[in-house]
C-alpha cells in the first residue's frame, strides 16, 4: 500500500481546488461538477494528489488533520502571497508562536511554518499534521498503512516517505476526543497488486483500526477509521 490522496470536503470544489493548486504550484488532474484533483509531484519523492469533493454544507467540526506550508526564511512573502490569493489570518488559540496560522477560502486552517531542519527536503508542503490520541501508537499504525518511515528530531512523532523527501505525517497529540462527525480532510491509501483487500481489513481491526459502513451505495474503495476514530479510505489496486 501506498498513500496517494489527501482528500478534502468543499462546498465549491472547484473554487477551493484552484486556490490550493495555485498555492502549491500544482498540476490539474481532474475538473468536475463533483470534485477537483490536483497532483503535487515531489522530485525524487512521493506524488500526492489533493482531492475536492462536494459537500451540502460547510463543515463545523474541529480539523483534525490540516497542511502545514513551508515558509523557511520566505515566510513573510510566502503569506503575503496567500493573502492575495485569498487566505485570510486566523485565530485557533495559537497565541505567540513562530509560525502563521492562515485560513483558505472555505476557512480552513492550515499553517505556514518558519525554518526547521527538518523540513529541509520536504517541499512546499512541509508537513500533514493528524491529531491522534496515542502518537507512538499511530505512528506504528501509519507506518505500516503508507509504508512510510519514522523521522528523528522532527517534534512530534513523525512519518516520511522512504525516498526522505516530501512532508512529513505528523502524528500530533489530540486536544481532545475526535467526536461523531466525518473529519473534513482524510487520506487515502492505494493497494498494489498482489494486496488482498480482505487481508488488510482484518490487519488495520488488529491494529486497532475498525471498518466504516455508510449508506452511500456501491463504492470501489472501503473506508476504515484509524484507532484514534480518523476516517481514511482504502483504494483498490489499479489495473
Not at 89 to 103: C, N
Not at 105 to 115: A, G
Not at 162 to 180: C, N, Q, Y
Amino acid at each position: 500500500m501506498y498513500l496517494e490522496n489527501v482528500v478534502v470536503d468543499a462546498t465549491d470544489p472547484q473554487k477551493l481546488g484552484r486556490f490550493w493548486e495555485t498555492a502549491l504550484g500544482a498540476e490539474t488532474l481532474t475538473d468536475e461538477v463533483e470534485g477537483f484533483e490536483t497532483r503535487l509531484t515531489v522530485p525524487g519523492g512521493p506524488v500526492l494528489d489533493l482531492c475536492f469533493q462536494r459537500v451540502p454544507a460547510p463543515p463545523v467540526e474541529p480539523q483534525r488533520l490540516h497542511l502545514d506550508l513551508r515558509g523557511g526564511d520566505e515566510q513573510a512573502a510566502i503569506v503575503e502571497r496567500l493573502l492575495s490569493l485569498g487566505a485570510s489570518h486566523a485565530d485557533i488559540g495559537q497565541g505567540e508562536v513562530p509560525w502563521v496560522v492562515l485560513a483558505d477560502i472555505e476557512h480552513n486552517p492550515f499553517c505556514v511554518v518558519e525554518e526547521r531542519s527538518a523540513y529541509a527536503d520536504t517541499g512546499v508542503i512541509a508537513a500533514l499534521a493528524l491529531d491522534v490520541a496515542e502518537p507512538d501508537r499511530e505512528r506504528d499504525f501509519w507506518s505500516w498503512l503508507t509504508g512510510w518511515v519514522p523521522v528523528d528530531g522532527s517534534g512530534p512523532p513523525s512519518l516520511q516517505h522512504t525516498s526522505r523527501r516530501g512532508p512529513l505525517l505528523e502524528l500530533s497529540l489530540e486536544v481532545e476526543p475526535k467526536g461523531a462527525a466525518k473529519n473534513r480532510m482524510h487520506l487515502d491509501v492505494r493497494l498494489e497488486t498482489g494486496d488482498d483487500a480482505d487481508e488488510v481489513a482484518l490487519e488495520i481491526l488488529a491494529r486497532g483500526g475498525r471498518e466504516l459502513h455508510f449508506d452511500w451505495g456501491a463504492l470501489p474503495w472501503r473506508h476504515f477509521a484509524d484507532p484514534s476514530g480518523n476516517e481514511f479510505c482504502v483504494l483498490p489496486a489499479r489495473g
